[in-house]
């Protein structure tokens, strides 16, 4: 019998707390506290990013006929979990655990799905209602590189202390209140429009690698969330005059010893990450240097946003050095 049953429970505080952050804003699209158990036989599944989806023929509580769709991660963060397009068999029988979408009817976020064989994938734990990312080997590295910062590095996970809760959001001005309740957290969400949003967003997207290089008289910063390139400008000392404004604005750059400090203006007004909200008068300034018995890559940001903040925003993220290949990311729309 192909079908759907909601299961209920609660889950501790300790565990919501990070969730809320994943997924470009996990708990906003769905409902954590409820898991649904979807039976049915795979009909579709779109191996794609920003997130894969899954597609399952069931019925409803009145035995009609459904479409389920169950949203999964990246193709990119699926792919480091060593899965590929032949993970979900078209025509397959199989029950999935999930949690339900909370504005959408017959949505859910995967859990975990069972397969006739017995085996079993989860992307998000039923339990916890954290996500599995692929687990990350760092690579021995020579310690006499010039530059230490350069190489490709990884936020291996949401819940490993790699991220800081940024501060200063409780500062928000009138002006900033006002733009939030104009913002609506899914369709205003520049993830599902394959955009990068902001530096900010960019270093904390887990399990996606970041490129540094040095290009001449320039740093590229590739990230591999939504193909962002950003250029560091090491050749100059202040911003040039009249620049256009853009998603990720011009960036200048200077080391202080092993360490690179990056001036970033010229933003477009947009989104800082989530639902923090910004204006074309925002600058960042970031840090980034190896901590020497880790080897791990620390980053520290501070925001200016005058107009929807009256004080700074601070955070930071801590990357693994990495040896996975780096791949294209090839966005598509939702």
Same mark, same amino acid.
């Given at each position: 019998?192909?079908?759907?049953?909601?299961? +209920?429970?609660?889950l501790a505080l300790v565990s919501l707390l990070p969730v809320a952050?994943?997924?470009?804003?996990?708990?906003?699209?769905?409902?954590?506290?409820?898991?649904?158990?979807?039976?049915? !036989?795979?009909?579709? @599944?779109?191996?794609?990013?920003?997130?894969? @989806?899954?597609?399952?023929?069931?019925?409803?509580?009145?035995?009609?006929?459904?479409?389920?769709?169950?949203?999964?991660?990246?193709?990119?963060?699926?792919? #480091?979990?060593?899965?590929?397009? =032949?993970? $979900?068999?078209?025509?397959?029988?199989?029950?999935?655990?999930?949690?339900?979408?909370?504005? *959408?009817?017959?949505?859910?976020? @995967?859990?975990?799905?069972? +397969?006739?064989?017995?085996?079993?994938?989860?992307?998000?734990?039923?339990?916890?209602?954290?996500?599995?990312?692929?687990?990350?080997?760092?690579?021995? %590295?020579?310690?006499?590189?010039?530059?230490?910062?350069?190489?490709?590095?990884?936020?291996?996970?949401?819940?490993? &202390?790699? &991220?800081? #809760?940024?501060?200063?959001?409780?500062?928000?001005?009138?002006?900033?209140?006002?733009?939030?309740a104009e913002f609506d957290p899914i369709a205003d969400d520049p993830? %599902?429009?394959?955009?990068?949003?902001?530096?900010?967003?960019?270093?904390?997207?887990?399990?996606?690698?970041?490129?540094?290089?040095?290009?001449?008289? !320039?740093?590229?910063?590739?990230?591999?969330?939504?193909? /962002?390139?950003? !250029?560091?400008?090491?050749?100059?000392?202040?911003?040039?005059?009249?620049?256009?404004?853009?998603?990720?604005?011009?960036?200048?750059? #200077? $080391?202080?010893?092993?360490?690179?400090?990056?001036?970033?203006?010229?933003?477009? =007004?947009?989104?800082?990450? #989530?639902?923090?909200?910004?204006?074309?008068?925002? !600058?960042?300034?970031?840090?980034?240097?190896?901590?020497? *018995?880790?080897?791990?890559?620390?980053?520290?940001?501070? /925001?200016?946003?005058?107009?929807?903040? =009256?004080?700074?925003?601070?955070? &930071?993220?801590?990357?693994?050095?990495?040896?996975?290949? +780096?791949?294209?990311?090839?966005?598509?729309?939702?």
């Amino acid at each position: 019998m192909h079908k759907f049953v909601p299961l +209920f429970f609660s889950l501790a505080l300790v565990s919501l707390l990070p969730v809320a952050s994943a997924h470009h804003g996990f708990a906003s699209h769905y409902d954590p506290n409820t898991v649904i158990r979807i039976e049915g !036989t795979v009909k579709q @599944f779109d191996f794609i990013n920003p997130h894969g @989806f899954l597609y399952i023929d069931s019925v409803d509580e009145a035995g009609e006929a459904v479409v389920f769709r169950c949203d999964l991660m990246a193709k990119t963060q699926l792919i #480091r979990r060593g899965a590929d397009e =032949s993970l $979900f068999p078209i025509g397959d029988s199989i029950v999935v655990e999930g949690f339900p979408a909370r504005r *959408e009817p017959n949505v859910c976020e @995967f859990g975990t799905g069972y +397969f006739a064989d017995g085996s079993s994938f989860t992307m998000r734990s039923p339990e916890s209602a954290k996500t599995q990312f692929a687990e990350i080997e760092t690579p021995i %590295v020579s310690a006499d590189t010039d530059i230490p910062i350069l190489g490709t590095w990884i936020r291996a996970s949401l819940y490993d &202390g790699s &991220g800081t #809760r940024p501060t200063g959001m409780d500062s928000i001005t009138e002006a900033g209140e006002a733009a939030v309740a104009e913002f609506d957290p899914i369709a205003d969400d520049p993830v %599902v429009h394959c955009k990068g949003a902001s530096p900010v967003r960019n270093w904390g997207a887990p399990g996606l690698a970041t490129s540094i290089k040095q290009e001449g008289d !320039t740093i590229i910063i590739h990230h591999e969330s939504m193909d /962002v390139t950003r !250029t560091v400008h090491m050749n100059l000392t202040e911003h040039p005059a009249d620049l256009p404004h853009s998603e990720m604005g011009h960036s200048i750059g #200077r $080391f202080e010893d092993d360490t690179l400090i990056i001036d970033t203006a010229a933003f477009d =007004s947009g989104v800082i990450v #989530r639902s923090a909200l910004r204006t074309d008068q925002m !600058t960042m300034v970031e840090r980034l240097s190896v901590q020497p *018995e880790s080897g791990d890559l620390q980053i520290s940001w501070v /925001v200016h946003e005058p107009v929807y903040y =009256s004080e700074p925003i601070t955070g &930071g993220q801590l990357l693994k050095r990495t040896d996975q290949e +780096f791949g294209a990311y090839e966005c598509n729309p939702e």
